[in-house]
């Protein structure tokens, strides 16, 4: 028996360890299947004692999956309210699942997920032994910030965060296609030890390449950081299986000149600026072709010769012919040039250099990496998973480029900021000052057609069956808090108005800092959810206003059509509908206003 599997055995029976280790393998395999009911996943197979890896105390590479259940909290669909089946159009739906990362991706497994996620773009905690905190702002132009608030604590013993990571990348391996990718996101403090976790997780073999990106420019402290500053983040690309295809469509980036910049860089004819490169290995035929088109170049002010007899093509004054390549016009004082992407990505911004992107969640990426990412990596329709979801971007792109999509995150206001930002009509990605979107090569034959995707999802809570019963992330009105919303149910048509709102814990922080609230209530609220007919349980939004920028305002006064009245009468009286109205507050707290309607009856506060 190996040394590996006799220190997994050590680790996973040390009563039953010198027994055990006289038994064959296939008696130990079947011990184990009847131990753990199927609910286990085997240590790696690719890791051996002739390979480099990992140690620290405890460490385990089985890992036994959980036992969670799931509560549905909610369900978007724009202007529907519940009117079409969710159970019917599940398979549509982007999830997001409220839990520890651990029991969404053992629920996933264990609901029929398992090698059906065709990129997985992770990013982690760093171990960056800090706390993160985002800015509590009142919304609307020239608004002051009321305080801080903590989001997340990165801290962490290096062996509880390499154990941490090694769990979830076993169950992630186990949701992957076989021709999947993995692109786990790091920086400088942790980026080797992943690595080489990696390789031993997914095999050596399976190391695709290591991306670069400059993150950040160097300003501020950064210029007087001791032996350099830190401005560039780490990406890994693994696939999922050594015999794995993955999709790949190679990207290219455009670069946009002035006519005066590109005459200082690029040679001139008549047909435009140009560029050259050697030949290489291009037939006779192939070069007869190109100087037929123009695209031969002599250097030294020569000619280009063609010799038939030779089957030659030289330059009359010495040197090396070029192959011409010609910037492509835009306008008329515009042009572009495209070039290849290899791994050192410095022409993607920072958030720093994005702000209409900003969500004020901290660490959050940009829509131009996220894009980069996933249309090399995936085709339109395929399933795209982000296990730390952050403020969302990965979503987000992912929907506007017409995949489906997972995402898991802990921390509720992780949540409720990625699904403010899903609900938002999709619109395609912005592009980059340095030069437009990415064109990708059609190496498969196939052209992508990427539509965005109906922003429509569902959240459910995931975990243990106590606390996912317990409570909800969602109350009524919070003490001290009080809203005036008046309803119009006339006509066919639900006019829902908020006339005044007031949060005690916004109220509060304001005070802390001697700021006086705006006259204008939705200065203290982020987004407004309402659901025209509330059934008590899961919350159905027809409608969400979580504007983008920190400068809009919510609207305040929302109509649409009605859904349709229950056929009966209850008890003789008239059908009743309550109207639920979910107002989130800057400081994340949120306040569940319900109003009871009768049918017919015209206004009601």
Known sequence: ??????????????????????????????????????????????????RIALQWPGKRLQVNLSRPVAQQLEIFRPHTGRGRSAAADSSEAGLLLYGDNFDTLSWLLRNGYRHRVRLVYMDPPYNANRAYSSRIRLRGKGQPTLGQQAMYADVWQPDAYLQFLTDR???????????????????????????LLLEEIFGAECHLNTVFWRSQTMRGAKVHARFFPHSAQTIHIFRSQPQGQPRWHAPKREIGLTEAEAAARYMQDEQGFFRTSDPGAYSFERLVALFAQGRLYAPYGGQVIVDDDARRVYASNGGNIGVKYYLT???????????????????????????????????????????RVIET???????????????GTTLAVAQKLGRYWIGCDSNWRAIRTAAGRLSRHPKTVGSSRSGGKDRFSEEDGRAEKASPKENW??????GDREIVHSSRPFDRMNAGSNADVRLDGSDGLLSVRIEGFHSAAVARLAANVKVSLPEDWRAQVRAVLIDPDYDGGTLHPSLVDAPAGKNSLVAGVYAFTEPDWPSQQKCGHAPERTIAVLIVDVAGEEHLILTSILQGEPSRK
């Open 1 to 50: 028996m190996s040394n590996h599997w006799r220190r997994w055995l050590k680790a996973e029976f040390s009563d039953r360890a010198p027994q055990l280790a006289r038994q064959s393998p296939l008696s130990i395999a079947k011990m184990c299947a009847r131990q753990n009911h199927g609910s286990s996943l085997n240590p790696t197979h690719h890791s051996s004692d002739d």
């Open 377 to 391: 990596a995936s085709h339109p329709g395929d399933l795209v998973l982000d296990p730390f979801v952050g403020s």
């Open 457 to 462: 999802y569902q959240i459910l809570r995931i």
């Open 329 to 371: 016009r835009r306008g008329r004082n515009r042009f572009v040039v495209t070039q290849a992407v290899d791994n050192l990505w410095d022409d993607i911004p920072g958030l720093g250099t994005v702000p209409g992107e900003d969500e004020n969640y901290p660490t959050q990426k940009t829509e131009r990496l996220l894009q």
């Open 169 to 195: 990348l076993q169950l992630l391996r186990h949701l992957l296609h076989p021709d999947a990718t993995l692109w786990l996101h790091c920086d400088y403090r942790m980026q080797a030890h992943l690595l």
